[in-house]
């Protein structure tokens, strides 16, 4: 049987204390230094350790400051159903169940050229500009996940919708803004996957760089099957957890 990773161990041994109420929430944790002596490693696996319980949601990593038991703290439900629009009002809808307040800060840039990966998505060539949205999601002022959607120029240009942030439609979603210019949305696509955070997700989220979240890739088609909008969405799994409904027939 292959011999389970030193940093493994050390993490179910730091679990393990914490479970035992030798450091409470809110507590700071001995220096790396000093648990590695005690625990005969090189600080090297203490750090890898830590890092596997703060990508967990046990431990948080102060900057500048050292490593402390989280906080314990409700995960935020996102709900994705068949039957109603994903976008800000269903955000919204998801945290006042939960009795909180939804709110999201959002920045778009017209005439930006389609990546290959976003361009395939969409069905248009590569380098084609498109108007790329960042949306940074949170609940009672706390970041929950963040999203970046790209529409293609030649559908929306020249329109009171070619913001999704902007004019009379401003974050209303996608079906809504495109039926303002006379596009019917038919269906929606979501593939959901693991996956761990960047740099600049860990940042905008306040997690631990390579933590682990899901990436859902969302595509929305017009009824003549065109792509209209893509979108990335990243969920930490220490803060959302994902529910996914779909009616029933009994015939």
């Known amino acids: 049987m292959r011999e389970q990773p030193s940093y493994l161990r050390i993490a179910d041994v730091l679990r393990q204390r914490i479970a035992e109420h030798e450091w409470s929430p809110g507590d700071q944790l001995p220096s790396r230094a000093d648990l590695a002596r005690e625990c005969g490693v090189s600080d090297a696996v203490i ?3 830590q890092e596997a319980l703060i990508s967990q949601g ?7 400051s050292g490593t402390y038991v989280a906080e314990p703290h409700q995960r935020l439900l996102m709900v994705r159903a068949r039957d109603r629009e994903q976008g800000d009002s269903s955000f919204r809808t998801d945290m006042a169940a939960l009795g909180k307040k939804a709110t999201w800060e959002s920045r778009s840039d017209a005439m930006v050229p389609a990546p290959g990966h976003i361009a395939e998505r969409l069905g248009v060539p590569e380098g084609d500009y498109c108007v790329r949205t960042s949306y940074e999601f949170l609940a009672d002022g706390r ?3 963040v999203l970046t959607s790209w529409e293609p120029y030649s559908i929306t240009g020249g329109t009171l919708v070619v913001m999704p942030d902007g004019g009379p439609l401003a974050g209303k979603g996608v079906p809504r803004r495109m039926a303002e210019i006379g596009i019917k949305i ?23 760089r390579g933590a682990l979240v899901t990436r859902i890739q969302r595509t929305y088609y017009s009824d003549d099957g065109r792509a209209v909008e893509t979108a990335d969405i ?8 994902i529910e996914y409904e779909f009616p029933v027939s009994s015939s």
């Not at 046990?58 to 500048?64: K, N």
């Not at 990243?234 to 957890?241: G, I, R």
């Open 47 to 49: 750090r890898r350790a």
């Open 58 to 64: 046990l431990l948080e990593g102060r900057a500048g």
């Open 143 to 145: 970041p929950s996940h």
């Open 186 to 208: 038919s269906r929606v696509v979501e593939r959901p996957g693991p996956g761990h955070a960047n740099a600049e997700e860990a940042d905008l989220l306040g997690i631990q």
């Open 234 to 241: 990243v969920v930490p799994e220490s803060l959302c957890a």
